[in-house]
């Protein structure tokens, strides 16, 4: 069965920065300029976004099979739709489409793990789904960049949406709900559900780091990772498919590396605060000295990928905090906070970039003071985030 929930997360890991990669030829087809590209992948992350909240409502009521069955549909549609796509606004569709579809993937793993595992395994196991997982997404840089060359960006795509149609056989022959919970006191409603998720008061702090933590990241590997490397350092496009690949590897490395480094300090947030820590330094770093030298920039940039993929640990700590019979809503929700970031951080990182582009600022300065901002943001947000509580006192959470 994790084969089965690990399946759709690498392709949808895959899905999400794969135009880093066929902005070239994309552009060119459908007469994109940074603007538009920047606005199909808010689109993707925005309907990522929204489709969590539907998500995170019917989860724990409908079951994670039939969910994930009428998602990966949609991603089907969107993916042809996209090979297909003469227009922009055809683009726009097939990109809303594939976020939505690809949505509920990760929370249906994170709940089926929640409701099969022990509480104690919930960090772990959601760590390696969310590492495995990830690997799809250097999957989008290089060797995606092979078969773009070698048989255009629609075949591929329209190759990658028959993949999707695997998958979903794959979760109608193999997957089952979790045996439903009983409520004392009858069944809770979806309001009364979302009321008592959001007076947890121990979820405030973690907030602001949820928003902001993959958003940085995201923006980054997902759509300026090739402008940067290629405008400041003048890499080629199989130079940075093959950074981008990088990026994306850090990425996964550091959600499996997570698992057995929170097994030993047994501390999500000391844990997820060291990993922010180190992340802020090195975003800092790379906005003032970055454009000294390319071999820098990608360290700094695998630095951040690496140490930033605290996704599952900080999803973990929060999951501490929720009782059972609103564990689906409860991480929909939080998983909420991390893709309204992602989406509202391409969105802004797009605007920014185009303006500083028809102002005539430099290519180092336009990424030197957008990568010093994320730094910042993610500073503040990681103050924040010490005055949470420990997963320890979940107990006394709950009384």
């Not at 039939?66 to 996209?82: E, N, P, Q, T």
């Not at 992602?342 to 920014?352: E, I, M, P, V």
């Amino acid at each position: 069965m994790f084969f089965t929930l690990l399946f759709p997360y690498f392709l949808g890991n895959f899905h999400r920065p794969f135009l880093a990669v066929v902005a070239g030829e994309l552009s060119r087809d459908l007469g994109l300029d940074a603007g538009g590209l920047a606005n199909m992948q808010a689109t993707f992350l925005l309907a990522f976004a929204l489709t969590q909240v539907p998500v995170a409502l019917t989860l724990d009521r409908v079951g994670p099979r039939l969910i994930l069955m009428l998602s990966l549909c949609g991603a089907v549609g969107g993916g042809i739709l996209l090979s297909a796509s003469t227009q922009p606004w055809h683009a726009l569709v097939s990109m809303a489409l594939l976020g939505a579809g690809f949505s509920p993937v990760m929370m249906v793993g994170f709940y089926v793990i929640g409701r099969v595992y022990a509480p104690q395994q919930f960090a772990t196991m959601s760590s390696l789904l969310f590492g495995l997982g990830t690997l799809g997404d250097p999957v989008s840089g290089a060797p995606l960049a092979v078969a773009v060359g070698m048989f255009g960006w629609r075949v591929t795509m329209f190759g990658m949406a028959c993949i999707t149609v695997v998958s979903l056989l794959l979760v109608v022959v193999v997957l089952r709900d979790p045996p439903r919970l009983e409520i004392s006191g009858g069944k809770i409603s979806a309001l009364a559900a979302t009321r008592q998720i959001l007076a947890t008061r121990a979820l405030w702090p973690i907030v602001p780091l949820a928003f902001v933590s993959y958003g940085v990241v995201a923006a980054v590997r997902g759509l300026w990772i090739a402008p940067y490397l290629a405008q400041v350092h003048h890499f080629g496009p199989y130079a940075v498919g093959l950074s981008a690949t990088t990026m994306g590897l850090a990425l996964a490395l550091g959600g499996i590396f997570y698992a057995p480094v929170n097994r030993y300090l047994r501390d999500a947030k000391v844990t997820v605060a060291a990993g922010a820590a180190v992340t802020v330094v090195a975003w800092f770093v790379l906005g003032q000295f970055g454009d000294r030298s390319g071999s820098l920039a990608l360290t700094l940039l695998f630095v951040v990928a690496g140490f930033g993929a605290t996704f599952a640990i900080l999803l973990a700590h929060s999951r501490a905090f929720l009782p059972a019979h609103v564990l689906g809503q409860g991480v929909t929700m939080m998983n909420l906070l991390f893709f309204g970031g992602a989406s509202l951080g391409q969105w802004l990182s797009g605007r920014y970039v185009k303006a500083s582009v028809l102002a005539a600022v430099p290519p180092d300065l336009i990424y030197g003071r957008l990568f010093t901002a994320f730094a910042l943001l993610l500073a503040v947000a990681l103050v924040v985030y010490l005055f949470s509580p420990r997963e320890r006192s979940a107990s006394a959470v709950h009384r």
